[in-house]
């Protein structure tokens, strides 16, 4: 038994001890008696949602109809809604890297569909879109040998868009290498938009699995790279290399072999890059 | 099994197109890339290690 004050000050009293039936919305599950019962589709109950679609170019000022107005922004697949003044997400929008929306709202979550191994989540920061987490980018399908050849050979090539590093981003490249353990030299490179990043010539190794991270220095023009190091990390008395690559435009990253005698052979048996 | 043909751009070897995602192996013999599918009659391994077993 409960009891409550209507609008008129009456004292309403309710009776649970024979509460009704509830009935199940469609699609969902109870027990009732131990048994699990779902209900069904037969007889849903009718809902209009009406929705008016634009796509971005289409879209009118937020500050010209109402706030709360609700609509449909097909260009990024996003429901939003207008505060008086902008336009609000309702959700997270999807884009590819080049289609994404030239601006980025504090705030807005959009998922680039064709960087990272299935997408790849950007939150904007009232100036631009800001990576969530780190991204594995490239993953080599297949290995590569090189044989017959004293030349530079490019054993992989990986394509990197516009603007996809940022000013204070890193590629961490993890490569995994085999060679005849021999006394013939192995030349290992990793270029920048065709700059040499890391390089590594040794000799008597059967395998190398190392780590190569191109920096930019809080610029999208400026790397630092480790070089001449075994695995890429640790010391070295070889001066850094500094390149001026402009990773605002598309470039790529080039990983090369060169054998010193080309009865050897040098194999880039795995290869996965990221993005942090 | 496929061949990429290849090119030299400031002395570097580089293929003329893309490798292909079905590759399973891929190897530059000194003139061409070859690449293995699935179902192709892969070459043997390599000898990596010249140096007496201890």
């Given at each position: 038994m409960s009891a409550f004050l209507d609008e008129t000050g009456t004292l309403i009293t309710v009776d649970h001890s024979n509460p009704l039936p509830v009935a199940l919305v469609a699609g969902f599950t109870s027990l009732n008696d131990g048994e699990l019962k779902t209900a069904s589709y037969a007889n849903p109950l009718p809902v209009t949602v009406v929705t008016t679609n634009y796509t971005e170019e289409e879209l009118p000022d937020a500050d010209s109809v109402a706030a709360g107005t609700e609509i449909f922004n097909t260009t990024y697949q996003v429901k939003m809604r207008s505060?008086?003044?902008?336009?609000?997400?309702?959700?997270?929008?999807?884009?590819?890297?080049?289609?994404?929306?030239?601006?980025?709202p504090l705030g807005q979550i959009i998922c680039i569909t064709d960087i990272g191994e299935n997408g790849s989540l950007w939150r904007g920061n009232g100036a631009k879109w800001v990576r969530l987490t780190q991204i594995r980018f490239f993953d080599l399908?297949?290995?590569?040998?090189?044989?017959?050849?004293?030349?530079?050979v490019t054993l992989a090539t990986i394509s990197i868009p516009a603007s996809l590093i940022g000013a204070k981003g890193k590629v961490k490249l993890y490569p995994l290498f085999s060679a005849t353990n021999n006394a013939n030299n192995k030349t290992v490179r990793v270029r920048l938009g065709g700059s040499n990043g890391y390089v590594?010539?040794?000799?008597?190794?059967?395998?190398?699995?190392?780590?190569?991270?191109?920096?930019?220095?809080?610029?999208?023009s400026v790397q630092k790279v480790a070089t001449g190091m075994t695995s890429g990390l640790g010391l070295s008395t070889t001066s850094l290399n500094t390149l001026a690559i402009n990773t605002a435009a598309a470039t790529t990253i080039e990983i090369t072999g060169q054998l010193a005698n080309g009865a050897d052979t040098l194999t880039l048996e795995s290869l996965f890059v990221e993005i942090v | 099994m496929k061949t990429i043909d290849i090119k030299v751009i400031d002395d570097v070897i580089s293929p003329v197109s893309d490798f292909p995602d079905s590759a399973i192996k891929i190897i530059f013999?000194?003139?061409?890339?070859?690449?293995?599918?699935?179902?192709?009659?892969?070459?043997?391994?390599?000898?990596?290690?010249?140096?007496?077993?201890?």
């Amino acid at each position: 038994m409960s009891a409550f004050l209507d609008e008129t000050g009456t004292l309403i009293t309710v009776d649970h001890s024979n509460p009704l039936p509830v009935a199940l919305v469609a699609g969902f599950t109870s027990l009732n008696d131990g048994e699990l019962k779902t209900a069904s589709y037969a007889n849903p109950l009718p809902v209009t949602v009406v929705t008016t679609n634009y796509t971005e170019e289409e879209l009118p000022d937020a500050d010209s109809v109402a706030a709360g107005t609700e609509i449909f922004n097909t260009t990024y697949q996003v429901k939003m809604r207008s505060n008086g003044t902008s336009w609000e997400w309702l959700g997270i929008g999807k884009s590819t890297w080049a289609d994404k929306p030239a601006t980025a709202p504090l705030g807005q979550i959009i998922c680039i569909t064709d960087i990272g191994e299935n997408g790849s989540l950007w939150r904007g920061n009232g100036a631009k879109w800001v990576r969530l987490t780190q991204i594995r980018f490239f993953d080599l399908a297949s290995s590569v040998a090189l044989t017959g050849s004293t030349a530079e050979v490019t054993l992989a090539t990986i394509s990197i868009p516009a603007s996809l590093i940022g000013a204070k981003g890193k590629v961490k490249l993890y490569p995994l290498f085999s060679a005849t353990n021999n006394a013939n030299n192995k030349t290992v490179r990793v270029r920048l938009g065709g700059s040499n990043g890391y390089v590594l010539q040794t000799s008597g190794f059967a395998q190398l699995s190392a780590l190569v991270i191109i920096r930019n220095f809080n610029s999208e023009s400026v790397q630092k790279v480790a070089t001449g190091m075994t695995s890429g990390l640790g010391l070295s008395t070889t001066s850094l290399n500094t390149l001026a690559i402009n990773t605002a435009a598309a470039t790529t990253i080039e990983i090369t072999g060169q054998l010193a005698n080309g009865a050897d052979t040098l194999t880039l048996e795995s290869l996965f890059v990221e993005i942090v | 099994m496929k061949t990429i043909d290849i090119k030299v751009i400031d002395d570097v070897i580089s293929p003329v197109s893309d490798f292909p995602d079905s590759a399973i192996k891929i190897i530059f013999n000194g003139t061409e890339y070859v690449v293995y599918e699935e179902g192709d009659e892969l070459p043997p391994e390599p000898i990596y290690d010249e140096h007496e077993q201890l």
